[in-house]
């Protein structure tokens, strides 16, 4: 294992944000980059992601950046010489009342603005792709054919790979302590092996991301939300080649796994820490809870046929990071040269890491464009900020992921 030592830029975190900043930073030419990791690469809440791609946004922004982040996954193999195990399936998202039609035509807007390929698609159309259980039900079904699923811990040893071969060091099993400050600007990072001189430092540690930040004296509302999903047994008629199937007014999601399914969703009552008490002793591997669990199974079988006797294999939990006002936290901390945040990326981060690296990039340039800036960590330090509060707020952010009165303010559908 390669020790940390003093280099010009620092990653705090080797989930997927952190090796994604890594390999577009090294990229676009910046150097003697060292990424300190105190597990396993992608082996905290990344790793435990869905992997579910899709691009249909209710806002402009966030479509480019799924845009760019699926360009790239169609790259990397070739560019890195390792597989991201992107499968692109296409996606069906399906409505069943008439308020998620109206959002449908929105979200066909947005993707024509963005130039995102979007269709929509009759029942009959949609029963020729997947075994409906009840087709009467569905009023409408927005088709997406570039989008699709990876294997997040694929994707993390692609960028890996692609950040090596630029001289990017990777150093696990290194905690950080803390940071040295010198005249209002971060000057080292401090770990177990030493003190080590360090120019710019970009905290990418997910949900750990608050903590990291309070050990500048800087307070943000990052607030880790667990989320949950299990893989069935066997099924018959779901092979790889079946799209991946959001369904929004049941809240949950599906897609193939092994050759079974992988479904999850969004539970309207969530579970969450509080950000003031994340610290590095904080576990994000929740034990399944069968009440939820079963919800979601509920909502599949009801909804798809031939699913029923499956069972279920495997159950998966996180606690990916989320903030109040459900946007990125990403770019230089007003008032402390060389701190830079890339974080609270509200479970878009394995689905958009590209294009959240490219916002990263671009928040370092001397003219980051408008929406960049509004995602800076400045918003949050006009005023004390009160945990509980935070807490709530980011949790309702999780809990209305798929409503509809979220897509007015481009909430809804941010993620997976």
């Known amino acids: 294992m390669e020790p940390a030592r003093d280099s010009a830029l620092t990653i705090v975190g080797g989930g ?12 676009a030419g910046y150097r003697d980059i060292q990424v300190l990791e ?36 169609q ?39 963005a130039g995102l390929e979007v269709q929509r698609l009759s029942v009959d159309e949609v029963s020729e792709m997947i075994p409906l259980a009840k ?93 949950e999903y299990f893989i069935t047994g066997s099924t018959t008629g779901y092979g790889s080649g079946v799209p991946v199937l959001r369904v929004p ?13 992988l479904c999850g969703g969004w539970e309207a009552q969530a579970l969450s820490m509080n950000p003031k008490e994340v610290d590095e002793g904080s576990r994000m591997n929740p034990e399944a809870d069968w009440e939820v669990m079963g919800e979601f199974a509920s909502s599949l079988t009801t909804l798809f046929a031939g699913v029923s006797e499956a069972g279920v294999r495997s159950t998966v939990g996180g606690f990916p990071a989320f903030t109040p006002d ?19 990326c509200s479970a878009h981060g394995v689905s958009g890491s590209a294009g959240i690296a490219d916002l990263v990039l671009e928040s370092l340039s001397e003219d980051p464009s408008p929406y960049v800036i509004s995602l800076s960590p400045g918003r949050f330090m006009e005023g004390p900020i009160d945990p509980d509060e935070a807490q709530l707020q980011a949790q309702r952010v999780y809990e209305n992921y798929y409503a509809v009165a979220a897509a007015a303010q481009g909430g809804a559908t941010i993620g997976l």
């Open 249 to 261: 007014d049941e809240r949950i999601y599906v897609r193939p796994e092994l050759d079974g399914l």
């Open 135 to 227: 087709p009467e039900a569905v009023l409408a079904a927005l088709w997406c054919p570039t989008d699709g699923y990876l294997q997040p811990n694929s994707l993390a040893m692609s960028y890996v790979a692609g950040a090596r071969q630029l001289g990017v060091r990777f150093v696990t099993n290194c905690e950080v302590m803390g940071f040295g400050v010198r005249d209002g600007a971060v000057c080292s990072v401090i770990t177990p092996d030493g003190e080590f001189a360090t120019e710019l430092v970009i905290n990418a540690a997910g949900p750990w991301a608050g903590w990291v930040a309070r050990m500048v004296g800087l307070e943000l509302p990052i607030v880790p939300v667990r989320h």
């Open 16 to 27: 997927i944000i952190g090796c994604a900043v890594a390999y577009v930073l090294a990229q």
């Open 75 to 113: 790259s990397l193999e070739e560019k890195t010489g390792v597989t991201p195990d992107w499968v692109q399936s296409g996606s069906l998202r399906l409505a069943l009342t008439p308020e998620r039609v109206v959002e449908f035509d929105q979200m066909a807007r947005v993707a024509a603005i």
């Open 38 to 73: 105190r597990s396993q690469i992608c082996g905290e809440t990344s790793s435990r992601a869905a992997g579910l791609v899709g691009q249909v946004r209710t806002s402009v922004e966030r479509t480019k950046i799924a845009m760019a982040s699926v360009a790239m996954f």
């Open 326 to 344: 459900g946007r990125f936290v990403i770019g230089r901390v007003p008032g402390l040269h060389g701190y830079v945040m890339a974080a609270g």
